[in-house]
């Protein structure tokens, strides 16, 4: 085997593995990383050896990656990025510049997943990235397919289906089948997915060849099996993450899902069989590693860090695994990760790996070497991110085994969705994006390994099996729902029998006239907690300090947070067994209680929704992000249930 030289990539990058494990106040590897891709393209993506930017799966890739550092970090930079980005192809209607729906290509469809973010916030014009996702779902309607029905990679290239494609298109296929409430789209995905299982795979390895040509007339093709002759990494690649990330978005209970996570779990032993043992990382031709001129490759090395890690978050995988993407990341840091001028560089991914066109590319090993390496190339640079949020996730293993649920009983409000036109609830739940929504701090609670549920019930004894931590969020009064269910003494029964037994109670209330506070303060007086018909920190336009809470040092629960964003919020009157946490002036504002085996924790406001969370709104002195993640990483870490 040989090992392509790179400037740095040993002696540099053995001290950036090492910072990267074992110091805690660098700053991540993912946002080092996505911060080294902004300073190379700060206005627009320009793509390989491009003078212009057009629509571009690699940017759909790099706007994926960039979303989940935004998501870690809460820093808005990034998604300002996002935005900018898209709005320099998106039109006032939905029509989206250089993208061509007639060309049929897959790979346009990957920025969808940006698109679909957009168009479920409080954004200025989130329409126009809704009609332009539409615009992308309408390619699909008329994508030419096999006869079997799986999509061609592109027009021109007919009756062919690539394991790239996948990547491309189905997580945002799902996405939106889910977004815009069309079951029927969950079956189509799974068809591709099945369509690839049975044409791709070999049976002798495990691993998937590169391409399939039902017609059997490529020049590439198997005359028998219609497959090209080799494993390049990187399409299996895509492959991997296609699996892991389409069912973020299948519903629990689609009859194929099973089958999804079954491929994922049969995919993950083939890769560890050919994980180089010294390296960690995977060759370029992926069951030829030692033939001369092969090495070991980065991107196709990123993607299979991220499917195998991610597998083993969300329970795909047996935790063994986690040992193999550790490994592997450990290699990409050695091998691929260097610094140039106080920034992070990314080497050895392979420009390009295809089948036919002119020139024609027969899919051999040879053809496979003739394609350079590229420093900072993004189908390397974004997997790498991806990867490294996977990474630093698993060091964050707090709420693992455990379920947070919010409550949809009490807090029962409706609306028209926007892009399904289907009525649901909003306000503070998990699903909702818009500025006041859960889904910001969901994503934290599920960060740090914890599930994220939602009771529609009254609280039984029943619907709390299996609950760590229950959040009731500003139960409704009846001008906002006009047969609201109030918080009745059974209620309170089984809501106190369930926090003695072990559980953790988070009550958020709001000021007085957006929340039924009477009937909510039975449970909260239960744990010695009242709230108070007070309104304080009434905050004028954008006058922000007037909703300052300062959090005081050394408190148990807020470990990295100083200051908050609190407005209009009910103050506690507290008495035992519940105690103040935070105080402004006189008032208690938050207060904890030890009750039996549990624990319970009230705040006058449910001020950790998406806008005061997601730091696109108030100044970066209010550190609300941390302030979310310090709460949920307490919040888990109490005893619990046994």
């Known amino acids: 085997m040989s090992f392509r030289p790179f400037l740095l990539a040993g002696l540099l990058t053995a001290s950036l593995s090492t910072q990267a494990q074992t110091t805690p106040t660098a700053r991540p590897m993912s946002q080092r990383m996505a911060d080294a891709f902004i300073g190379w393209h700060p206005d627009s993506i320009l793509i390989g050896s491009r003078k212009t930017a057009r629509w571009d799966y690699e940017q759909g890739l790099m706007l994926k990656a960039l979303e989940r550092v935004w998501q870690r970090t809460g820093d808005a930079r990034y998604f300002t990025y996002i935005q900018k980005d898209l709005d320099q192809f998106v039109r006032p209607d939905g029509t989206i510049r250089t993208y061509k729906l007639d060309d049929y290509n897959l790979d346009n469809l990957t920025t969808g997943h940006a698109l679909l973010t957009l168009g479920q916030m409080s954004v200025p014009q989130a329409e126009k990235y809704r009609l332009a996702a539409r615009q992308l779902r309408q390619q699909l309607e008329g994508q030419p397919r096999t006869k079997a029905g799986g999509f061609w990679h592109k027009k021109v290239y007919p009756n062919q289906m690539w394991l790239d494609g996948l990547y491309m298109a189905e997580p945002f296929y799902a996405e939106y089948s889910q977004v815009f409430n069309q079951p029927a789209g969950f079956d189509d995905v799974a068809r591709q997915f099945a369509l690839i299982e049975q044409h791709l795979t070999d049976p002798k390895t495990g691993l998937k060849y590169h391409g399939y040509d039902e017609s059997r007339e490529q020049q590439w093709a198997n005359k028998t099996t219609g497959q090209s002759p080799n494993f390049w990494d ?9 699996l892991v990330d389409v069912l973020d978005y299948f519903p629990p209970n689609h009859p194929q899902r099973p089958q999804l996570i079954q491929n994922v779990q049969r995919l993950a032993p083939v890769l560890v069989k050919y994980q180089d043992a010294n390296a960690g990382t995977w060759a370029l031709v992926m069951d030829q590693a ?8 980065a991107s196709g090395s990123s993607m299979f860090v991220y499917f195998l890690q991610k597998g083993v978050r969300m329970g795909y995988l047996d935790k063994k695994y986690a040992a193999a993407a550790r490994k592997g990341y450990d290699g990409l840091l050695k091998q691929f990760v260097a610094e140039e001028n106080g920034a992070l560089v990314f080497n050895g991914t392979v420009s390009v790996g295809g089948l036919g066109g002119k020139p024609y590319r027969d899919g051999s090993f040879e053809y496979y070497l003739t394609e350079p390496l590229r420093k900072n190339d993004l189908k390397g640079v974004g997997p790498f991110i991806l990867a490294s949020v996977e990474m630093e996730t ?6 693992t085994g455990k379920t947070v649920a919010v409550d949809n009983y009490f807090n029962h409000e409706l609306r028209k969705n926007a892009l399904s036109g289907q009525p649901e609830t909003w306000h503070y739940t998990w699903d909702d994006r818009t500025h006041g929504g859960f889904y910001f701090w969901g994503q934290q609670f599920r960060d740090l390994g914890a599930k994220t549920a939602t009771i529609s019930t009254a609280p039984t004894a029943t619907a709390l099996k299996g609950v760590d931590v229950f959040i009731i969020v500003d139960p409704d009064t009846e001008k906002e729902t006009p047969q609201p269910n109030f918080v009745r003494s059974a209620d309170v ?3 106190t029998k369930w926090v003695k037994d072990g559980g953790t109670l988070v009550l958020m209330a709001n000021d007085t006239s957006n929340c039924e506070i009477p009937r909510f303060n039975t449970l909260a007086r239960a744990f010695g907690m009242e709230f108070l018909p007070l309104n304080l920190n ?9 909703g300052r809470v ?8 807020f ?8 407005k209009e919020l009910a103050p506690l009157k507290v008495q035992a067994p519940a105690t ?5 002036g006189g008032h208690t504002v938050i207060a904890t209680a030890k009750v039996g085996k549990g624990t319970v924790l009230a705040v006058g406001d449910p001020w950790l929704y998406n806008e005061y969370v997601d730091g696109r709104k108030i100044p970066a002195s209010f550190e609300n992000y941390n302030a979310a993640r310090d709460l949920a990483t307490w919040l888990l870490q109490q005893p619990g249930r046994k």
Not at 394 to 399: N, P
């Open 559 to 566: 470990k990295t947070s100083k200051s908050a964003y609190i």
């Open 290 to 297: 030692a033939r001369k001129g092969n090495y070991q490759e």
């Open 580 to 584: 103040p946490l935070v105080k402004m």
């Open 538 to 546: 009434m905050v004028k336009g954008s006058e922000f300090e007037q």
């Open 493 to 495: 029964q089984a809501l």
């Open 550 to 557: 300062n959090i005081p040092a050394d408190n148990a629960v």
């Open 394 to 399: 698993a060091a964050s293993t707090v709420g």
């Open 234 to 242: 990187r399409g299996l690649g895509w492959y991997a993450m296609a």
